[in-house]
C-alpha cells in the first residue's frame, strides 16, 4: 500500500470510527430523553387518575350525605352525568 494510500485508510476509518461514536451518543442521549419524558407522563397521568377517583370519592360521599346534585357537581367539577353514574352504580362503590 502507497502512503498516501494509507493516509487515506487511516483518514476514512478515523471519521468512520467518529461517526458511529456520535451515532451511539446520539442514540443514548434520545433513548435518555425518550425515557425521562416517558416517566413525567406517566407521573402526570398517575396524578390526573388521582385527583379524578378523589373527585368521585368526595362525590360519593356526598350522595350517602343526600347533598343534592347540583351542590355535587359544583363542589367537585363533575359533570350531573357522572354524578347520575356514581348514583347509578351504587354510592358504596365510592
Known sequence: MEPAEAIAYSDSYLRMKNFRHNLELARTENFEKGYDKG???GIRQGI???QR??????AGNMLRHNVSIEMI??????SKE????I???GVSKF
Open 53 to 58: 377517583d378523589e373527585r368521585f370519592a368526595i
Open 48 to 50: 390526573e387518575k388521582g
Open 82 to 85: 357522572e354524578v347520575n353514574s
Open 87 to 89: 348514583n347509578n352504580q
Open 73 to 78: 357537581c359544583s363542589v367537585t367539577g363533575l
Open 39 to 41: 416517566i413525567e407522563k
